[in-house]
């Protein structure tokens, strides 16, 4: 109950800070006709739930990566290697044709977030990212993503309740960031699809932010973050071993080599969501 009233409140206190700065990026018109249909839920099959109340998890690449259907151990989740692998292919790197390996905590966390909303399919612009800059990203901790028929600000919202994350909310570009990390923050992004990356923006946090990059609830951060260590929850999930629902190793493992993934490159692919994705305790 008291998680939920956060996210409503969440939810309001960001479309409250963003809505006077949204014209200041203007996505182009066939890139807001695509976020349109993506977040149409009319586009999505119904949520599929097994006879004990598991939800089925779907994910969808945006970026033609296909659609992967996996079902956790228990109606709170828990995810086997087969899954994990099947996951980690849906979340790779379309341009580069790449996958690895995603923290179990993250894939755990995107299952919580279609279980609260009753999702059908969550849909995945970014997953792993085979770049050089460190990133969240290219560590496997880190997705861009939407849902079906749910306000972002809404799934930000609600994201911020789960401790351990870095919680972005892209108005304009449309999706919702989320990583795993070891102290909460948050924030809101109002730059369109394809500005520079907020990377590099954090770097230089010293000489002042950009005007569409703002931190919000960093008071609720912390105390999310106390909250999760009370019940349990670790930073990360961890790229090997058995999957542990709604918990994980102290400290994840490194990233293994990226294997190709399979699928052929899409034409046109949605541009990379460019965030705030480092893995200190800043926005970069």
């Known amino acids: 109950m008291r998680r939920t009233l956060l996210a409503t409140v969440f939810a309001l206190l960001g479309a409250a800070l963003v809505r006077p700065s949204e014209s200041r990026a203007n996505p182009q018109p066939s890139y807001r006709a695509n976020m349109q249909r993506w977040h149409n839920a009319e586009n999505v099959p119904a949520p599929q739930y097994t006879d004990d109340g598991r939800l089925v998890l779907r994910l969808r690449s945006i970026n033609a990566l296909g659609t992967v259907e996996v079902t956790p151990r228990t ?15 849906v979340l790779g790197d ?4 790449r996958s690895a390996p995603i923290d179990r905590r993250l894939v755990e966390v995107i299952y ?32 861009d993503i939407l849902v079906p028929g749910v306000a972002d600000a809404d799934v930000a919202a609600y994201a911020r309740t789960l401790g351990f ?3 972005g909310y892209y108005p ?7 990583d795993v990390r070891d102290r909460s923050y948050y924030w809101v992004d109002r730059s369109g699809p394809g500005s520079p990356s907020r990377a590099r ?6 000489r002042g932010r950009s005007s569409s990059f703002c931190e919000v609830h960093g008071d609720v951060a912390r105390r999310a ?14 790229l090997r071993g058995p999957s542990n629902p709604g918990n994980g190793s102290a400290a994840a493992s490194g990233v293994r080599e990226a294997e190709p993934a399979n699928g052929a490159a899409p034409a046109t692919p949605a541009p990379a969501a460019t965030d705030a994705d480092g893995d200190d305790n800043g926005a970069d």
């Not at 995945?124 to 460190?134: D, N």
């Not at 304009?172 to 989320?178: A, E, I, K, N, S």
């Not at 923006?201 to 010293?206: L, N």
């Open 75 to 89: 109606p709170e989740g828990g995810f086997d290697e087969e899954a994990l692998t099947q996951v980690s292919r």
């Open 172 to 178: 304009v570009g449309g999706f919702t960031h989320v």
């Open 225 to 238: 973050d106390q909250e999760a260590r009370a019940r349990g929850i670790f930073p990360y999930g961890g």
């Open 112 to 143: 919580q977030i279609a279980r609260h909303f009753r999702a059908g399919q969550i849909s995945v612009l970014s997953g792993f990212r085979a770049q050089t800059a460190p990133s969240n990203h290219r560590l496997g901790r880190a997705v």
């Open 94 to 97: 379309a341009r580069a044709q």
């Open 201 to 206: 923006r954090g770097r230089s946090r010293r």
């Open 165 to 167: 994350l870095g919680v």
